[in-house]
């Protein structure tokens, strides 16, 4: 078996594990398999095969990870984000941190921005950090 119908079977073969997949990653290293099998069935050497074929590969998975962080950035905030909770205590009054009250539980929260530290005072959810709420006097948008 020659090096370009190599190339051609492995792009097919990484094509087809995408489909089942759903990454893209596979989709990039098939299609430059095929660049592969191209360079090949036009007379270029092995040596150039696997060069044209590593750069679309290389070039491919950097776009895909930038995509990926991208639409992994631009995702919907949480629920709880903007939901109401009622300050209960203060832990730690100079580092602002407290416990506030949300769904029937009390929690952990950091205080950003004033807030009058009275007992049942509305703060709104910004931001939640593990087991940690971050919330404000001001409703998030």
Do not use: C
Request: no cysteine; glycine share 12%.
């Amino acid at each position: 078996m020659d090096f370009p119908l190599a190339w051609l079977i492995a792009g097919f073969l990484l094509i087809i594990a995408e489909l089942v997949t759903g990454t893209f990653y596979l989709l990039v290293l098939g299609i430059a398999a095929l660049i592969g099998a191209g360079i090949g069935f036009a007379g270029g050497p092995f040596v150039w095969q696997a060069i044209g074929a590593a750069i679309v590969a290389v070039g491919g998975v950097i776009w895909v990870r930038r995509r990926h962080l991208a639409s992994v950035q631009a995702r919907m905030p949480g629920l709880d984000s903007g939901q109401p909770t009622a300050f209960d205590a203060w832990v730690d009054k100079s580092a602002g941190r407290a416990r506030v009250k949300y769904r029937d539980a009390l929690w952990d929260a950091r205080i950003v921005g004033d807030a009058s530290g009275e007992l049942g005072e509305i703060l709104y959810i910004t931001a939640v950090d593990g087991n940690t709420l971050t919330v404000s006097k001001a409703r998030p948008s």
